[in-house]
């Protein structure tokens, strides 16, 4: 029972054994989609063009939406369900697979039918320009056809320490992803839609992965069965309530993509834009192992919580901040050495080099400070601690988008360069109190 020592490693193997394990599986996963991302983007940018490639960059935030009920659910049902294996209830496990997937799949399917019905006024409200609309409303038209399909769960996986499994649940779609996006852009000339076809095909090769690893394979550590779909209203107000920083984060970046992007058309341009995602890309993959750091610790952090392991828990706690604001320094050291040089994968004009490359730049050089608020709502979420996991996203989202509109306001684009900085510094320092302010009221972990 592979799947079963995999769980009861949680409790039991050396904490920095489990979290580097965790945190190279997990950062490894998103590396790969953090190369397919830039991958992508390269691909439409040499074989249709760069203003598809902007398209791309402006429709995020849409899916982003999607995304954010995806680690709602994803996030509050992996804590719920590392605690529920942590005491061995493997009935009530089941139980918290089958509701996540129901929210999600009803959630997904009534996004497909609005986002269709509305998709015109949607790409307006986005800040999508007259010259990006066309790619733009092709790429976004079919990713809402494929919603449904959009996420594979792999929390739900590395709640019970399979870690492998769900990095191959990225691997496996994004190789046929990239493969099917040559295939299509380059030999079928489908421009634009034949990326986003190629986006839909491999998200349900990840759908077929996880159907496998939840109902078929043989060795599953529980039985999810036809009554496990029965939907538990308490049980589903419980994972959204723990789900619910992570959807108000997600939203937010959207939030906050959005306004970058209509503060940059208004004062410098559709180019200006387009820069902005090739800087954005970049930045997000190489703040990979960052977000993997969080997803590494959430399982030991709940699993152990849940069995009373206290001092496990916070030498978990303890060992991610060292990890991620080390690593932090290093990404915005390499940014600071080669930051233009990471923007020629996507274009050779001069000026869209130097400009991306500024972006890059201030997006980038507080890299250690950027995963200090996520980590430790990630850290409260994970101990069933709701409240103060929403005072900390709630406190930064507000910093972030008061910051953009007030910078952008004063000093037009150099002020929305410069937000980047600020809103990392001051949303570090608005949780660095908040923390030293609640610990010195009761421990933090009880």
Not at 45 to 60: F, H, K, M, P
Not at 197 to 222: C, E, G, H, N
Not at 279 to 296: E, W
């Amino acid at each position: 029972m592979q799947n079963v020592k995999n769980v009861e490693k949680l409790g039991k193997a050396p904490v920095g054994h489990l979290l580097l394990w965790g945190c190279i599986h997990s950062s490894a996963a998103l590396f790969v989609y953090g190369i397919y991302n830039i991958t992508d983007m390269l691909i439409i940018s040499r074989g249709v063009n760069e203003t598809a490639a902007g398209a791309i960059a402006v429709v995020s935030p849409l899916m982003l939406i999607l995304n954010a009920v995806s680690t709602t659910m994803g996030g509050g049902g992996a804590a719920l369900l590392s605690k529920a294996l942590g005491k061995n209830d493997l009935r009530t496990a089941a139980k918290i697979t089958a509701n996540v997937l129901i929210v999600f799949w009803t959630f997904a399917l009534s996004v497909t039918v609005t986002g269709l019905l509305f998709l015109t006024p949607v790409l307006k409200a986005l800040g999508v320009t007259s010259r990006h609309f066309p790619y733009a409303k092709d790429y976004a038209a079919i990713l809402l056809l494929g919603a449904v399909t959009s996420t594979a769960f792999s929390s739900l996986i590395r709640a019970e320490g399979a870690m492998r499994y769900a990095l191959k649940i990225w691997l496996i779609p994004v190789m046929i992803n990239l493969a099917l996006d040559c295939l299509f852009v380059f030999c079928f000339r489908l421009s634009i839609r034949g990326a986003a076809l190629a986006t839909v095909i491999s998200q349900i090769t990840s759908v077929l992965m996880y159907i496998w690893f939840f109902f078929i394979r043989p060795d599953k550590t529980y039985e999810i069965k036809r009554s496990s779909f029965h939907p538990d209203f308490k049980m589903i107000q419980a994972i959204v309530r723990l789900g619910l920083p992570s959807l108000i984060a997600q939203l937010s970046s959207g939030v906050s993509l959005v306004l970058v992007n209509k503060y940059l058309g208004l004062y410098s341009g559709a180019m200006a834009i387009t820069c902005m995602g090739f800087a954005m890309k970049i930045q997000t993959f190489l703040i990979m192992p960052q977000n993997g750091i969080l997803q590494g610790m959430q399982p030991l952090l709940s699993y152990n919580y849940s069995g009373g392991q206290m001092e496990r828990v916070k030498e978990t706690l303890k060992k991610s901040v060292i990890l991620s604001s080390t690593y932090g320094l290093f990404a915005a050291g390499a940014v600071f050495l080669s930051g233009e040089k990471l923007l020629t994968v996507f274009t050779s004009d001069k000026s869209m080099i130097s400009f991306g490359g500024i972006c890059l730049t201030y997006a980038a050089i507080t890299a250690s400070l950027k995963n200090y608020s996520p980590l430790i709502a990630t850290f409260y979420q994970s101990v069933g601690d709701a409240g103060k996991s929403l005072t900390v996203i709630i406190g930064s989202v507000i910093v972030r988008i008061l910051t953009i509109i007030i910078m952008a306001n004063l000093w037009k684009t150099e002020g929305i360069l410069w937000s980047f900085i600020v809103v990392d510094i001051l949303t570090f320092l608005f949780t660095a109190v908040f923390r030293i302010a609640t610990t010195k009221r009761k421990d933090v972990i009880k």
